[in-house]
Nanobody, 120 residues
Framework: QVQLVESGGGLVQAGGSLRLSCAASGIILSIRAMNWYRQAPGKQRELVAAFSSGGSTNYADSVKGRFTISRDNTKNTVYLQMNGLKPEDTAVYYC??????????????WGQGTQVTVSS
């Protein structure tokens, strides 16, 4: 069974930095896209950053120039480096991945979420 486990969230002052990690485990054949989403209280979940299997990246306009997504395919891990954090970045951040397994084929998987809180 595939699991995505996130780490790295926490409380930080405005202007600070955090680095989120998300590691996929299980009997994995391949991982296609790996993405980061976030959901703030009372708001819909939104895509923050995406890393395709081909190596291209995309960012929400609100985080461009401040956040960087990267991945280590040898570790089945995706990272989100967040710099210049703002109070409006406060949310639960979720890892999402498009994964192909030997037993279940292609599926869409989510992590449990990690809280990021930015104080003003």
């Amino acid at each position: 069974q595939v699991q995505l486990v996130e780490s790295g969230g926490g409380l930080v002052q405005a202007g600070g930095s955090l680095r989120l990690s998300c590691a996929a485990s299980g009997i994995i054949l391949s991982i296609r896209a790996m993405n980061w989403y976030r959901q703030a209280p009372g708001k819909q979940r939104e895509l923050v950053a995406a890393f395709s299997s081909g190596g291209s990246t995309n960012y929400a306009d609100s985080v461009k120039g401040r956040f960087t997504i990267s991945r280590d395919n040898t570790k089945n891990t995706v990272y989100l480096q967040m710099n210049g954090l703002k109070p409006e970045d406060t949310a639960v951040y979720y890892c999402n991945a498009d994964i192909v397994t030997f037993t279940q084929g292609r599926g869409d998987y989510w992590g449990q979420g990690t809280q990021v809180t930015v104080s003003s």
